[in-house]
Structures are given as structure tokens and as C-alpha cells.
Nanobody, 115 residues
């Protein structure tokens, strides 16, 4: 069983920046992919960004050029650097890791962008 713990969420002004972190209880080197999703009340959880085992990254169109996903294999941590934040970025952000065919999720961290 892999545990993922997010941190770094909070309240930020429009145009500001935040950096989310996700600590894994197992080596992320063994993850097929690791990434971030977000969810707002009444809507389905949506993909934000991910990084594959080989280091390739992928982003939702809505965050391209503003968000950067990265990892520290030595620290077993995943990061999401979010810049130029907009009201539409508000939501609960979840860390996701896929080990084999099994997805694991963190408990989520709230990000609120105020105008």
C-alpha cells in the first residue's frame, strides 16, 4: 500500500504562485507515472499534469505554460509549481501515483485563488 501526502495548498491572489508537494511512502522511481489532478464541487476530478517514469511530462491545455510538474526521486517527492494562477485553478488538488496498474491517491490539498 502506497501513501501519498500533499502539502503546499492555500489562499493566493490572482496572478500569484504556489508550489504543491507530494510525499510518497514508497519509491516514486517505481511509479509508472505520477501526477496531479484537481476537483471542484459538482465536477469530476480532472487531469492537471503528470510525469512518467522516463521523465516525460504532460499537461492539461488549461495549465500549459503556467504549471510545471517535477519530482525528486531521492526524496520520493512530486511537485507542482503553479504560476500566474487564475480563478479557474481553484480546487482540491490530488496527487496521483501509478504503480504497475494500481493508482494511488493522496487526500488532497485546497488551492483557492482570490481576485
Amino acid at each position: 500500500q502506497v501513501q501519498l501526502t500533499e502539502s503546499g495548498g492555500g489562499l493566493v491572489q490572482f496572478g500569484g504562485s504556489l508550489r504543491l508537494s507530494c510525499r510518497a511512502s514508497a519509491s516514486i522511481f517505481n511509479f509508472k507515472s505520477a501526477g496531479w489532478y484537481r476537483q471542484v464541487p459538482g465536477k469530476e476530478r480532472e487531469f492537471v499534469a503528470r510525469i512518467t517514469a522516463g521523465g516525460a511530462t504532460d499537461y492539461a491545455d488549461s495549465v500549459k505554460g503556467r504549471f510545471t510538474v517535477s519530482r525528486s526521486i531521492g526524496k520520493n517527492e512530486l511537485y507542482l509549481q503553479m504560476n500566474d494562477l487564475k480563478a479557474g485553478d481553484t480546487g482540491v488538488y490530488y496527487c496521483n501515483g501509478v504503480q504497475g496498474v494500481i493508482p494511488y491517491w493522496g487526500q488532497g490539498t485546497q488551492v483557492t485563488v482570490s481576485s
